[in-house]
Every structure is written in C-alpha cells, then in structure tokens.
C-alpha cells in the first residue's frame, strides 16, 4: 500500500437530533496508518461523528468520502446517500468497536468471528476458521474458540470483539471508548491489543476517556466540545501546549480525576 | 373403590378418543400457528405501511374477538355466505390456527423488539443484510426471550381446545360431559380434569428442558 490518498475526509458536516445540533460543520482527513484519539467532553459529539462516519447516523449536509468512495455528498442543501448496496460496500472497509461489545451472545467466540466473513465475504469455512484462530492468539485469547460470550470478562470480550471486527479486514477501525465499560484494572488488556495494532499500521479512529493512550499511542489527538472539533495536533500539542480556554479546562478536569 | 374404579376404566375409553381430538388439535395449531406468526410479527413492524396495517388489522380483528364467535364464523357463516362446507374439525383447526397466530405474532414482536440495539448496529458494521440479521442474529436470541410466553400460550390451548365441543366434535369436554348426563356422577370431570394435568405436565416440562437448551451457553463451562 503506497497510496498516500486519506482513507477517510469528512468534510463540513452538520448532524441535527432536532433542534439541538450534536455536529457543527466538522471537517476531519485521515490518512492511512495514522491513529487518531478524539477526546472531549461527554455530550460533546464523539460517538455522533464516528457513528456518522459509518452510518449508524444520518448526517443533515455535509460531505464523507471514505477509502475514495463517496458515501454521502451534498450538493444542495440536503445530504444526499449513495444506494443501500454502495453504503454497505463501503461500510465495509471500517470496523467497529462498541462500549458494550456488542458480541452475539447466541455464537461461540469462534462464530462471532468467523460469521461475516463466511456470510458476508463468502469465505471458506475451514479458512475463516484459521484465521479467527489466528485472530485470538493475536488478542491473547487462544483455548476461548468454544466459549461463548457470557463466559468471558468484560476485557475478553472486547478483545473478541476487536478480533471479529479485524477478521472483515477492514481499512479503519473505529472505536467508541472501548474501555469505559471495563473496571480500571483490566482496561490495559485491551489497550495493549490497540496499540499493538497501531504498531502494525492500522489506521484507527480512537474515541477515549484514556488520556494515557492518547498520549502515548496516538499520532494526533482531536479535542471536540459543543459539536465541534476545537482544537487538533500532536499529543505533544495537546496535552502539553493547549491553546483553547475550553481544552485548557478540559484537561485540568480529567487530569485532575 | 372397586366400583369407582371399574366406572373409571368403564367411561376412560370415550375420554381417551377424546383426547386424542385435543392432542390432533394441540399439533395442528402449533405445527401451523408457531410459524405463521412470523411473518405477521415482522409484518406489523413493516415499514411498507399497507403490509403493517393489514398485519395490525388482522391481529386486532382476532384478539379482539372471542375465539367461540370465531369458531362459529369458521363453521356456520362460511358455508352459508361463500358456499365453503368444512367439517367441524378442520374447521376448529383452522380457526385456532389464525387465532393462535395473531397471539403469537404479537409476542414474537415483543420478543424481536427486546433485542438491543447494539446487536443491530454490530450487524451493519460487520456487513449483515437485514435478512442475515433477522434470521441469523436476532430471531435466535428473541426464540429465548419468548419461550415462557409460548409455553403460556401452548397451555390455554390445551384448554382452549374444549371450545371445540360447541362445534360437536367429540373431544375430551364433550365425552365427560356426556358420561356426566347419562350415569348422574361427575366422576367422569374429575378424570378429565386429570387428563388435562398431565397433558399440561408434560408440555411443562418440555418447555423447560428446551429453554435449559436454549440457554445452556450461559451456563455451561468451557475450558
Ligand atoms: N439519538 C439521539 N437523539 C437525540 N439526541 C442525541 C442522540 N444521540 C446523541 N444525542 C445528543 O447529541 C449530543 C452528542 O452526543 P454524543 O453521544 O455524540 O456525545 P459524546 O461526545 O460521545 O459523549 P460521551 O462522552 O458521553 O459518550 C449529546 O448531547 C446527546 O444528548
Ligand atoms: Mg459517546
């Protein structure tokens, strides 16, 4: 891959919930390989632009195009979607990482993997068997192929839940503060999977509370507050040199805790 | 007590031809209204608004009618309005199929509609159709969540079935109660009240030996 095109630009978008205006004219590129923490505060609009980027949500204007692939323009005033099929196609470069995992409590571990790919990616059975395999040793959960979801810590499930989203092989990996439902002491599990796959080039998209992980992993940090992004730079920047009052205020309040 | 037992195995056989009305009833309506409901749960949430409207009329017109005017609507006015001659108990079969079926849709909507939205959006991002996602992610975990309910439902119809004595058929109901006119003892209540227990013990307990296996990844170790 020596494309140097960004794999994800999200140009001026406005979401609306109502009256109230939960994404306010953000524009955000991506480049490939680059992993990208979005702080800020709760309600500030995190989870909205990512579930916007991979269409949980529907933007109200604005333009996304992901991996080259317009997903939604807007050439008026209104956005306008690409068909259900195209939406999914290109859907189907970003993976998703959810708070609550969002594993199918119904599957074994192996299943929950290996579902999509057979299903959706029409994969040989035995092949995307292998690879899931290869996929829990790689998140440290290899003997858990037969287990199913229950049976699992709040981290081992995340860590299967990042498995199953890598085996569609996708070009981005969203999550959506991956660790805020884990208690403290195992959130490093999971973190240490995550920056093992920004070590590995995997372009990442990473809402988080984990100022830690931001700091340390991330290649650029995004702070957004009252649906916008504020401010954006190195963690360097950020964290050590915020220019904002609203940044400013935001890290002596989590840094504080 | 020797007389009162050699009354029993005296009226028992009429009784025993009666259940096996109930048990041909039991089979035919779940075997036809267990599926059937499935379409009409998902029709009811249709975003096609004639197929909801349709679905919603006909789970309002069959809930909120009594089960015996359906039966006698089945029986009587078919024949007489559409020229259609069904005997009596197909005709009860096929009432408590469409019956039953609108029973069962609406708790297998309640049941789809539990499900979290979370199992939802992981089936969009990982790609899934709406139909993989019904039939494959969904409807597997709603099957658990609905399964007391059914039970439920699989009980009154064991005793529903009696309705089908006003029809003339000769089911359990009937057969006691002819025993009960001609001999002047209500003996032959007192066994079919038995009867109807043990056929309700028995569906109990395979309901729950299914929801067991049904849940058993919840409980079961693997190592
Ligand atoms: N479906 C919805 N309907 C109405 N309002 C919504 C909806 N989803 C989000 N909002 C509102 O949009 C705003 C942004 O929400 P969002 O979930 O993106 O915030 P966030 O930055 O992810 O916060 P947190 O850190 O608490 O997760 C919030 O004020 C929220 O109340
Ligand atoms: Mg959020």
């Known amino acids: 891959m020596t494309d140097n095109s960004p794999i994800i630009e999200v140009k001026h978008i406005n979401k609306q919930f109502g009256d109230f205006t939960a994404l306010s004219d953000v524009s955000l590129t991506v480049n490939r390989g680059e992993t990208i923490a979005i702080i800020g505060p709760s309600g500030s609009g995190k989870s909205t632009l990512l579930r916007s980027i991979n269409y949980l949500e529907q933007i109200n204007s604005g333009e996304i195009i992901i991996n080259g692939k317009t997903l939604v323009s807007t050439p008026q005033d209104k956005a306008i979607y690409v068909s259900d099929k195209e939406i999914r196609r290109i859907c189907s470069d970003l993976g998703m990482i959810f708070q609550h995992f969002n594993l199918f409590p119904h599957m074994t571990c192996l299943r929950n993997i290996t579902y999509a790919p057979i299903k959706v990616k029409k994969i040989a059975k035995a092949r995307a068997e292998a690879e899931a395999k290869c996929l829990l040793a790689m998140v440290d959960l290899s003997g858990k192929e037969d287990s199913y979801p229950a049976m699992l810590s709040g981290g081992q499930k995340q860590r299967v839940a990042i498995a199953r989203g890598l085996a569609m092989h996708p070009a981005v990996m969203l999550f959506d503060e991956p660790t805020s439902a884990l208690d403290p002491e195992i959130t490093g599990e999971v973190l240490a999977v995550m920056k093992k796959l920004a070590e590995d080039q995997m372009t990442m998209l990473v809402v988080t509370h984990e100022m830690g992980f931001a700091k340390e992993v991330a290649d650029r940090v995004i702070f957004m507050a009252d649906g916008r992004i504020v401010e954006q730079g190195t963690p360097r920047q950020i964290f050590d040199t915020p220019q904002s009052d609203r940044l400013k205020s935001f890290l002596r309040s989590v840094l504080r805790s | ?223």
Not at chain 2, 91 to 112: M, Q
Request: glycine share 6%; proline share 4%.
């Open chain 2, 1 to 223: 007590m020797s007389e009162t037992f050699d009354y029993i195995l005296l009226i028992l056989p009429a009784l025993l031809q009666g259940t096996k009305i109930i048990v041909v009833m039991f089979f035919m309506t779940l075997i036809f209204a267990i599926p059937l409901g499935l379409p009409l749960a998902l029709g009811s949430d249709s975003k096609v608004l004639p197929v909801r409207w349709a679905c919603r009329a006909y789970v309002f017109i069959f809930r909120g009618t009594p089960l015996m005017l359906q039966l006698f609507f089945i029986y009587f006015m078919l024949p007489i309005y559409f020229g259609l001659r069904i005997d009596a108990l197909p005709a009860a079969i096929i009432t408590f199929v469409l019956n039953y079926a609108a029973y069962l849709s609406e708790i297998y909507r309640g049941g789809i509609g539990s499900i979290e939205r979370g199992q939802y959006e992981a089936s969009i991002c990982l790609g899934l159709n709406k139909f993989q996602t019904m039939f494959d992610i969904i409807i597997p975990q709603a099957i658990k969540r609905v399964l007391p309910s059914v039970t439920n439902e699989m009980i009154t119809l064991v005793k529903d079935t009696a309705l089908v004595s006003v029809l003339g058929v000769a089911d359990l109901m009937k057969n006691s109660r002819a025993a009960v006119n001609r001999d002047g003892s209500v003996m032959a209540y007192l066994v079919a009240a038995i009867i109807y227990l043990i056929l309700n013990a028995v569906l109990t307990k395979l309901s729950y030996r299914f929801e067991d296996k049904l849940s058993r990844h919840e409980v079961r170790c693997n190592r």
